[in-house]
């Protein structure tokens, strides 16, 4: 019989952490929060070829990756099954038919074993990925969260809950870099396509600012950054002119990220939080990571910076949000669903 009331809770516990929320089928495998493994197989490059995710594609490939990725991350911690104290796996937001791969696979293992099972939020995964970089990290801390379907300026108040001080409020920061690129003609995932061609131009161009002016509350919009793309490339066009595509990039990622850095280095200083962190895919970006190193060191905040393969989808962080959960006892029962939308 499996029973959540009836789990202990032990220290340093083995988490084993799923992933696949979208084109990644992620597994890794924590003791409290060291990464004794972490491994990904990405549908990425077959999904490149449709300029975009299908969610049929991602599904199909999760189905066929889940059970290899997880015997690789406990091959590669050299632990066997029987070793787990906890497995966690997203259960939202994201691509249905996707989480439902991970997640089931997850319950199962979880119940195999009878042991507590957790479902893990993908947005709690990317900010606490930051304990993963600095496992004494401790809250309150101010996190930017930037990714393909999110992107708030949070306080995260204690392990478990957090505030949200910002949002967008239409598009997220990465979904604007993946519409941008296909209005260059960039590969997709769109993000590292428009940095690489941004670093060869200068933000010469005028764009709108991600900041919205004029609003009661903080917030940012990404769809007229976005539009404004758009139309720079039609009226040059029309024009018969010719646009410097890796000036436009670079205006484009000024835009959008300036905004987010300065922002979240303002709340910092008027909540009185002397930590950020940051998570989330567009946090991969490397002016986006320069600019808000430089704007903490200016302003005396610590920085946790969790590297880009921990910014991006990947399975130690949903483990290190699990962990946080697991230390709290809140164990999940067997007969929670996908969540396709989850909000903030
Ligand atoms: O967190 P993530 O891997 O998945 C979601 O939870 O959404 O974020 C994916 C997003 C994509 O929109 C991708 O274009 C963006 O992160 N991204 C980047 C970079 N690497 C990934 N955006 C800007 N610069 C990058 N280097
Ligand atoms: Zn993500």
């Known amino acids: 019989m499996y029973d959540i009331s009836k789990f202990e809770i032990k220290n340093e516990p083995i988490i084993l952490g799923i992933e696949s929320s979208c084109d990644e089928t992620a597994c890794a495998v924590l003791r409290g929060r060291k990464i004794l493994s972490d491994r990904i197989i990405s549908s990425a490059s077959e999904q490149a070829r449709y300029g975009g995710v299908v969610p049929e594609i991602a599904s199909r490939m999760h189905t066929e990756a889940v059970d290899e990725v997880c015997r690789l991350a406990l091959a590669d911690a050299g632990l066997s099954p029987r070793d787990v104290d906890c497995v966690a796996a997203t259960y939202g937001a994201g691509l249905l038919g996707a989480l439902l791969v991970g997640l089931s696979f997850a319950k199962a293992f979880a119940f195999a074993l009878n042991v507590p099972f957790i479902a893990v ?27 393909g379907g999110h992107t708030a300026i949070l306080r995260t108040k204690t392990f478990t809950e957090f505030d949200v001080l910002a949002a967008t409020s239409d598009d997220a920061a990465g979904e604007a870099f993946d519409k941008c690129a296909r209005v260059l003609g960039l590969p ?29 509350r903080l917030r940012f919009s990404y769809s007229g950054l976005k539009t404004a793309v758009l139309n720079t490339v039609h009226n040059a066009r029309q024009r018969g002119e010719q646009l410097n595509f890796a000036d436009l990039a670079a205006s484009f990622q000024c835009a959008a990220i300036d905004p987010l850095v300065k922002k979240t280095v303002e709340l910092a200083k008027k ?40 910014c991006t989808d990947n399975a130690a962080m949903i483990a290190s949000e699990g962990l946080n959960r697991y230390m709290a006892g809140d164990f999940s029962a067997l007969d929670v669903n996908a969540a396709a939308a989850i909000p903030l």
């Open 188 to 216: 997709y995932p769109g993000g590292p396509s428009v940095q690489r061609l941004a670093a060869q131009g200068s933000p010469v161009i005028k764009l709108p600012s991600a900041l919205v002016k004029n609003s009661e």
């Open 271 to 310: 909540c009185g939080i002397g930590t950020v962190t940051a998570g989330g895919g567009v946090v991969a970006n490397d002016y986006l990571r320069e600019t808000l190193s430089a704007a903490c060191r200016r302003e005396g905040l610590t920085l946790v910076l969790p590297e880009k393969r921990y």
């Open 121 to 147: 939020n993908h947005i709690r995964g990317h900010i606490s990925a930051a304990y993963l970089d600095k496992p004494d990290l401790k809250p309150p801390f101010i996190t930017l969260l930037a990714s």
